[in-house]
Antibody, heavy 123, light 110 residues
Framework: EVQLVQSGAEVKKPGESLKISCKGSGYSFTSYWIGWVRQMPGKGLEWMGIIYPGDSDTRYSPSFQGQVTISADKSISTAYLQWSSLKASDTAMYYC????????????????WGQGTLVTVSS | QSALTQPASVSGSPGQSITISCTGTSSDVGGYNYVSWYQQHPGKAPKLMIYDVSNRPSGVSNRFSGSKSGNTASLTISGLQAEDEADYYCSSYTSSSPWVFGGGTKLTVL
């Protein structure tokens, strides 16, 4: 069974750093891109970026470039999303999701999602 | 990249059919057959319902169907059930940034 299990909720102060995780299981972690999606309170989904754990190739949405860092450790089948200096506006639910693959080709949809990590930034 | 445009809300009675629209441009919805739809119940993660405009993943009810005409994609749910009440998001490949989502539509089953 494919599973993406994310780390638990975090409460941080502005200016603090944070790294949240997403552990994949039930499939070949290095063969599928993992994306990160933000959902601010009461708002819609926003694609942040994506990483290929096999070689750590990473792409960012222009809206999030320079604001966050996406990484992966394939030895433990885990992807990460990190901030060096959090802002109150980073308060949101963050989801990781696996990019679909069909017939060996990468697809433009996300077929499995993590349960989400709630990040709250408040002084 | 601007979000795709969806109606904020739609509603229908059990057994009825509803359609949710998703309007983009020729750089996203209209230019590629890479539209997907996600269902999100309150407090839950999104779930893939439709991919590549009209394909259903294994396990998704055939009451859900997708289509596209020009720059507008549509999700139709037939035989509405109480469990269909949720938020629905469209997504498309876009030439400027691989993924863009719609603003979401809240479906209420009356």
């Amino acid at each position: 069974e494919v599973q993406l299990v994310q780390s638990g909720a975090e409460v941080k102060k502005p200016g603090e750093s944070l790294k949240i995780s997403c552990k994949g299981s039930g499939y070949s972690f290095t063969s599928y891109w993992i994306g990160w999606v933000r959902q601010m309170p009461g708002k819609g989904l926003e694609w942040m970026g994506i990483i290929y754990p096999g070689d750590s190739d990473t792409r960012y949405s222009p809206s999030f470039q320079g604001q966050v860092t996406i990484s992966a450790d394939k030895s433990i089948s885990t992807a990460y999303l990190q901030w060096s200096s959090l802002k109150a506006s980073d308060t949101a639910m963050y989801y990781c999701a696996r990019r679909g693959v069909r017939d060996g080709y990468n697809q433009y949809y996300f077929d499995y999602w993590g349960q989400g990590t709630l990040v709250t930034v408040s002084s | 990249q601007s979000a795709l445009t969806q109606p904020a809300s739609v509603s229908g009675s059990p057994g009825q059919s509803i359609t949710i629209s998703c309007t983009g441009t020729s750089s996203d919805v209209g230019g590629y057959n890479y539209v997907s739809w996600y269902q999100q119940h309150p407090g839950k993660a999104p779930k893939l319902m439709i991919y590549d405009v009209s394909n259903r993943p294994s396990g998704v009810s055939n009451r859900f169907s997708g289509s596209k005409s020009g720059n507008t994609a549509s999700l139709t749910i037939s035989g509405l059930q109480a469990e269909d009440e949720a938020d629905y998001y469209c997504s498309s490949y876009t030439s400027s940034s691989p993924w863009v989502f719609g603003g979401g539509t809240k479906l209420t089953v009356l």
